[in-house]
């Protein structure tokens, strides 16, 4: 018997749904894509569980009838093209006729459906690809698409989604992609019962921007607009101080598809030049337009990806429209009512690799005026071994550190709290509004009183009794610029350990800082009285010393 055999119909679906969908937001996009070709004004997204458990999307999409819905589900049965031509001028998002039947080989899908000129629907119900049950109901006209168990008969690809938060955030990216594509479309995202997004149609391309990027963003933006041999680009981009240490808040559309574009993204950092540190990147939103035989979209089984037959001219295009835009804006430093500059960026600290174990100093008879502050940098002190120094930043953290914790472990935050005299409300763009719904728990716990005050807009009524005095907005954005950056963890200990070491390091002096003696004394006392004063809660010394031994050395003493 020879070695190659054909294989199972059963294992050709499994293995091309792969290909497809790889995750529970390869779904959500499927889905959403399907009812943007159906012609829907309103798409309603509800997951539970990151989508791990269920997802449903509803649409008032022109739906299909009864000979549709019963082979909508098999492999490589589509609507949008009937000839080899159709590919080379694709102008909807789905064509490959693999997302239903890809779906359905991987889970326990129902799809219910009705025209507008029908009485009453029908339900396609289809269990690991093979139709269990079709019949008629009574629905509004559109369809409903409910997934459940994503990849319960493929144990082996299950193993590899990620944590529930990890796969709602790329459901929440998702979303919101086609959100800005398509303003005029409502959208509604909810997640385990908790609405997350709710979009009205019929918006301008401006309001929904600003919806879902926050307009404290998009207050930093600036329009766009250039037309040049069939192809036309306009959008925002931000004013280089908006730029911050990750990617998130790029997004490109091409002919309307959010799509990633090495040739677009690189063009932006090249119009950019010199105004953008190396590891910085400015948040925008870049719609092209191109005749559709110029756009190849079949690169990609999730269509994510766009080729362009003249890469060097849209690169082109794009790097000079981004250069000019940015020659005639005013681009001058701006401050918010704080004096802080607009930028949610983590500072750069000295000492990195700085690494080692020292002993613990007692300092009785400490004078303030004998503790000297260097560059507002660091705090020299003269000890009975040498020569201390602290480094104010991490120290401070360190204390805050051990203080939040505590108050997190004991629960005490009804006798720890403040009220504001003046409460603090700020937005947030959409992704991060999930962020900070994700950790308000532990913010509770902490003393903080957080209200969801609107669509992306908090109000801080109470803050620890220890941060009182702290710019607590700041604070808070840069914490949820820490927290994105981040790899999610799966473990909730880890979570809340993470969560108050970034919550400590953002409420701590910062680098440049003046301390008074009072204060420097104060700092140094408070770093001896935690249990382990050696590092900050990321592993950087807090304090080092210099023994006499080295001086003399350096000194030619010895």
Same mark, same amino acid.
């Given at each position: 018997?020879? =070695?190659?055999?054909?294989?199972?119909?059963?294992? +050709?679906?499994?293995?091309?749904?792969?290909? +497809?969908?790889?995750?529970?937001?390869? @779904?959500?996009?499927?889905?959403?894509?399907?009812?943007?070709?159906?012609?829907?004004?309103?798409?309603?997204?509800? @997951?539970?569980? #990151?989508?791990?458990?269920?997802?449903?999307?509803?649409?008032?999409?022109?739906?299909?009838?009864?000979?549709?819905?019963?082979?909508?589900?098999?492999?490589?049965?589509?609507? !949008?093209?009937?000839?080899?031509?159709?590919?080379?001028?694709?102008?909807?998002?789905?064509?490959?006729?693999?997302?239903?039947?890809?779906?359905?080989? @991987?889970?326990?899908?129902?799809? =219910?459906?009705?025209?507008?000129?029908?009485?009453?629907?029908?339900?396609?119900?289809?269990?690991?690809?093979?139709?269990?049950?079709?019949? !008629?109901?009574?629905?509004?006209?559109?369809? @409903?698409?409910?997934?459940?168990?994503?990849?319960?008969?493929?144990?082996?690809?299950?193993?590899?989604?990620?944590?529930?938060?990890?796969?709602?955030?790329?459901?929440?990216?998702? +979303?919101?992609?086609?959100?800005?594509?398509?303003?005029?479309?409502?959208?509604?995202?909810?997640?385990?019962?908790?609405?997350?997004?709710?979009?009205?149609?019929?918006?301008?391309?401006?309001?929904?921007?600003?919806?879902?990027?926050?307009?404290?963003?998009?207050?930093?933006?600036?329009?766009?607009?250039?037309?040049?041999?069939?192809?036309?680009?306009?959008?925002?981009?931000?004013?280089?101080?908006?730029?911050?240490?990750?990617?998130?808040?790029?997004?490109?559309?091409?002919?309307?598809?959010?799509?990633?574009?090495?040739?677009?993204?690189?063009?932006?950092?090249?119009?950019?030049?010199?105004?953008?540190?190396?590891?910085?990147?400015?948040?925008?939103?870049?719609?092209?337009?191109?005749?559709?035989?110029?756009?190849?979209?079949?690169?990609?089984?999730?269509?994510?990806?766009? *080729?362009?037959?003249?890469?060097?001219?849209?690169?082109?295009?794009?790097?000079?429209?981004?250069?000019?835009?940015?020659?005639?804006?005013?681009?001058?430093?701006?401050?918010?009512?704080?004096?802080?500059?607009?930028?949610?960026?983590?500072?750069?600290?000295?000492?990195?690799?700085?690494?080692?174990?020292?002993?613990?100093? =007692?300092?009785? #008879?400490?004078?303030?005026?004998?503790?000297?502050?260097?560059?507002?940098?660091?705090?020299?002190?003269?000890?009975?071994?040498?020569?201390?120094?602290?480094?104010?930043?991490?120290?401070?953290?360190?204390?805050?550190?051990?203080?939040?914790?505590?108050?997190?472990? !004991?629960?005490?935050?009804?006798?720890?709290?403040?009220?504001?005299?003046?409460?603090?409300?700020?937005?947030?763009?959409?992704?991060?509004?999930?962020?900070?719904?994700?950790?308000?728990?532990?913010?509770?716990?902490?003393?903080?009183?957080?209200?969801?005050? *609107?669509?992306?807009?908090?109000?801080?009524?109470?803050?620890?009794?220890?941060?009182?005095?702290?710019?607590? !907005?700041?604070?808070?954005?840069?914490?949820?610029?820490?927290?994105?950056?981040?790899?999610?963890?799966?473990?909730?200990?880890?979570?809340?350990?993470?969560?108050?070491?970034?919550?400590?390091?953002?409420?701590?002096?910062?680098?440049?800082?003046?301390?008074?003696?009072?204060?420097?004394?104060?700092?140094?006392?408070?770093?001896?009285?935690?249990?382990? *004063?050696?590092?900050?809660?990321?592993?950087?010394?807090?304090?080092?010393?210099?023994?006499?031994?080295?001086?003399? =050395?350096?000194?030619?003493?010895?």
């Amino acid at each position: 018997m020879g =070695k190659i055999l054909k294989l199972s119909q059963s294992i +050709v679906s499994k293995t091309a749904a792969g290909e +497809v969908v790889e995750r529970p937001a390869s @779904v959500v996009k499927e889905l959403i894509e399907n009812s943007i070709d159906a012609g829907a004004t309103f798409i309603s997204v509800n @997951v539970q569980k #990151g989508g791990i458990k269920s997802i449903t999307v509803i649409d008032n999409g022109e739906g299909m009838d009864d000979k549709d819905l019963a082979v909508c589900a098999d492999p490589h049965t589509t609507s !949008k093209i009937y000839t080899e031509e159709d590919l080379e001028r694709i102008s909807t998002l789905g064509f490959r006729g693999e997302a239903l039947s890809s779906i359905a080989a @991987v889970s326990r899908l129902a799809i =219910k459906s009705r025209t507008i000129n029908s009485v009453e629907g029908n339900i396609l119900i289809m269990e690991a690809g093979k139709e269990m049950k079709r019949s !008629k109901v009574g629905m509004d006209f559109g369809t @409903v698409v409910e997934v459940e168990n994503l990849f319960y008969n493929t144990p082996a690809r299950k193993k590899f989604i990620k944590g529930i938060q990890a796969e709602f955030r790329q459901i929440l990216d998702n +979303v919101i992609s086609n959100a800005i594509s398509r303003p005029e479309i409502g959208f509604v995202l909810v997640h385990n019962a908790k609405k997350i997004l709710d979009l009205p149609n019929l918006q301008t391309r401006e309001d929904r921007i600003s919806a879902v990027m926050g307009k404290t963003l998009f207050a930093e933006m600036f329009p766009v607009d250039e037309d040049r041999d069939h192809h036309k680009m306009f959008g925002f981009l931000s004013n280089p101080q908006a730029s911050g240490y990750k990617r998130t808040g790029q997004y490109i559309f091409v002919n309307r598809r959010p799509v990633a574009s090495k040739v677009v993204t690189a063009a932006v950092r090249e119009g950019y030049g010199t105004l953008l540190d190396r590891d910085s990147y400015p948040p925008f939103v870049i719609f092209i337009e191109a005749p559709f035989d110029m756009v190849n979209v079949n690169i990609h089984p999730r269509k994510e990806e766009v *080729g362009f037959i003249n890469e060097d001219f849209i690169f082109r295009i794009v790097k000079e429209t981004v250069e000019l835009a940015l020659r005639n804006q005013n681009l001058v430093y701006r401050t918010d009512i704080f004096g802080n500059p607009f930028e949610r960026g983590v500072a750069d600290y000295t000492f990195k690799k700085l690494k080692g174990s020292i002993d613990s100093w =007692k300092l009785e #008879g400490l004078r303030p005026e004998e503790i000297i502050q260097i560059g507002e940098l660091y705090l020299a002190i003269g000890t009975k071994n040498g020569m201390l120094l602290v480094d104010q930043h991490a120290a401070h953290e360190k204390v805050l550190y051990e203080r939040l914790l505590d108050e997190f472990d !004991k629960r005490r935050r009804e006798h720890k709290s403040v009220s504001l005299r003046t409460h603090i409300i700020f937005d947030l763009p959409a992704s991060e509004s999930a962020l900070l719904e994700e950790s308000l728990t532990i913010f509770e716990r902490l003393g903080f009183e957080i209200e969801r005050f *609107g669509d992306g807009t908090y109000k801080v009524r109470k803050v620890p009794e220890m941060l009182q005095s702290h710019d607590v !907005k700041r604070v808070i954005l840069e914490f949820l610029d820490d927290l994105s950056r981040e790899k999610p963890v799966r473990d909730i200990d880890t979570k809340n350990l993470k969560t108050i070491s970034y919550l400590a390091c953002r409420s701590a002096v910062k680098d440049g800082d003046h301390l008074e003696p009072k204060e420097r004394e104060k700092l140094i006392k408070d770093l001896l009285k935690t249990k382990t *004063g050696y590092t900050c809660p990321h592993g950087r010394p807090a304090m080092v010393e210099i023994p006499f031994s080295a001086l003399e =050395k350096m000194f030619k003493r010895r």
